[in-house]
């Protein structure tokens, strides 16, 4: 499931999935390196996380625009927690933190995605 955010000037859906967490790890790291990672505020991990789950819901993006985006929320007095904040959300909607007991209560046999 998406997290709805509004950053660059409109509402957007950050997104998750299979993909976009494998993508994630390719970029930065195994998945305990990225949420280490995001955790100390990189601005260039930031950008590279928020682009990876905008880009599906808004191909037009890319790299460039989405650290202008960025730079922009922060001059606009929106915060770097803000942004780590939907990131965190988004990817806990993957379910990949989930336990044992509450991952045998949902849906089997099909990665997350849309």
């Known amino acids: ?13 950050l997104f998750f999935g ?8 390719a970029a930065l790291g195994s998945l305990g390196a990225v949420m280490r990672i ?9 950008a590279i996380a928020l682009y990876i789950g905008l880009k599906e819901d808004d191909p037009t993006l ?6 202008k985006m960025v ?5 606009s007095g929106g915060t770097m927690k803000q942004l780590l904040n939907w990131l965190n959300e988004a990817i806990e909607e993957t379910g990949l933190f989930q336990t044992v007991e509450t991952a045998s209560e949902g849906e089997e046999g099909n990665a997350p995605g849309r």
């Open 1 to 13: 499931m998406a997290v709805t955010i509004e950053f660059g000037g409109k509402s957007r859906a």
């Open 71 to 75: 730079w922009n929320h922060t001059r």
């Open 18 to 25: 299979l993909k976009e967490t494998k993508q994630l790890e």
């Open 62 to 67: 890319n790299q460039n625009l989405v650290d």
């Open 38 to 46: 995001l955790s100390e505020f990189s601005f260039t991990a930031t």
